[in-house]
């Protein structure tokens, strides 16, 4: 589980990486009056952000199981 948590925040990482890049290039875009270009690019960043919104969601709730379970396991040894 450890190994799922671990690829989910690297993958949670990864996403804001692009999400920042595809900031940078909206924003030369809107500089060389490609505004409308710019406008889909920011659109498409914004959406990285909400994927990385839920998988941050996604990785509290898989935290708060492995801590429940973990507290399981270990009123059985």
């Given at each position: ?25 909206a ?12 406008d ?7 959406n ?23 507290q399981?396991?270990?009123g059985?040894m």
């Amino acid at each position: 589980m450890l190994d799922y948590m671990r690829t989910m925040a690297n993958g949670i990482a990864a996403v804001e990486a692009v999400a920042d890049h595809v900031v940078e290039v909206a924003a030369e875009l809107d500089a060389d009056g490609q505004s409308g270009a710019a406008d889909v690019l920011r659109m498409l960043a914004r959406n990285h952000r909400v994927r990385s919104l839920e998988l941050q969601c996604q990785l509290a709730a898989l935290g708060g199981d492995y801590i429940a379970l973990r507290q399981d396991t270990a009123g059985w040894m």
